[in-house]
């Protein structure tokens, strides 16, 4: 969503959030939607508008400049992506603005889901799962985008959605997270843990 973003009270349900259930989950599904709309207010559209709403540059030179280096290399990296299945490369420009708030928003919520730690007690695992609450956060972040599309219809969204398609949702705001690579141990070069990161916050 762009320029207004907007959660609608609706969505505090499964599989967002359940207010009886571990935080870490709470926090890596919701938590992402949520850090995913603050951030919009600081990508490609929304740096344009003031506090007030107004549209109006009141980004200092070097930081838009800075802003413009970080979001090209998103732009990139996302252009250089293809889905096999249908022999398609992502549009990095026509989804930069929504990457940017996938990007920054995990690490929001990541963040947020650190500093309740440090006021809290750490919870149980779940049960049958021998992952870490660490390990559990980034799963429930990664089972809001879990969906089964036709290839036409995946087609269709590249073509025209301003979203990447769910799958890059997941993949790339991890791979560029140095704390997805930290709790999943994930080796220096690696797939999900390159040398080469795209960070704009
Ligand atoms: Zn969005």
Not at 9 to 14: A, D, K, R, S, V
Not at 42 to 48: I, L
Not at 58 to 79: D, G, L, M
Not at 152 to 160: D, G, P, T, Y
Request: charged fraction near 20%; charge should be neutral; include cysteine.
């Amino acid at each position: 969503m762009n320029i207004i973003s907007e959660i609608p009270p609706g969505i505090l349900n499964q599989p967002f959030f359940d207010s009886d259930r571990p935080k870490y989950m709470n926090y890596g599904a919701m938590g992402y939607v949520i850090g995913h709309e603050i951030i919009h207010g600081f990508d490609d559209m929304g740096k344009q508008y003031d506090k007030d709403g107004n549209l109006f540059d009141w980004w200092e030179p070097a930081s838009n400049k800075s802003f413009h280096e970080k979001a090209q290399c998103i732009v990139q990296q996302y252009a250089n992506l293809t889905n096999e299945k249908i022999n398609m490369t992502l549009n990095g420009i026509n989804t930069q603005g929504e990457n940017i708030a996938d990007n920054g928003g995990i690490k929001l919520a990541y963040i947020a889901y650190q500093k309740w730690l440090q006021r809290n007690k750490v919870e149980p695992q779940l049960p049958g799962l021998k992952f870490t609450p660490q390990q559990l956060f980034w799963i429930a972040a990664a089972s809001n985008w879990c969906s089964k599309v036709r290839p036409e219809m995946e087609k269709l969204a590249i073509m025209n959605d301003f979203h990447s398609p769910n799958y890059y949702r997941v993949i790339v705001p991890f791979i560029n997270s140095g704390y997805f690579a930290k709790d999943f141990n994930c080796p220096l070069g690696s797939k999900m843990n390159p040398k080469y990161k795209c960070r704009v916050w």
